[in-house]
């Protein structure tokens, strides 16, 4: 979690990516970063452990899985695909709590 003196305001831009970057730091990561590379990280580590698109694209908040594909495009999409049809797609109900807005 990344602390800051904001009050209960929302951060700049600016501020939070300085906090990540410091955080980042911190936790030993040398490798320059953005901080909207964090979604495609996440998605990719996602798809390694064999999440369904559909639940990637649901925490992600695409609206198509489209958008979703293009956060994957490191990986072997083989992998992808033997990840889709692996498993069923799960059946989850809006009140499950997982709408994601932005």
Known sequence: ???GPTGGRRWEASAARKQLHHAAARGGVRRRFAPHQLPHAHAVEM???????????RQLGHANLGITSTYLQGIDSSEI???VHARPSPTISASAGLLITR
């Open 1 to 3: 979690m990344i602390h």
């Open 47 to 57: 798809a390694h452990e064999e999440v369904p698109l559909v639940v990637i694209q």
């Open 81 to 83: 695909s033997s990840t």
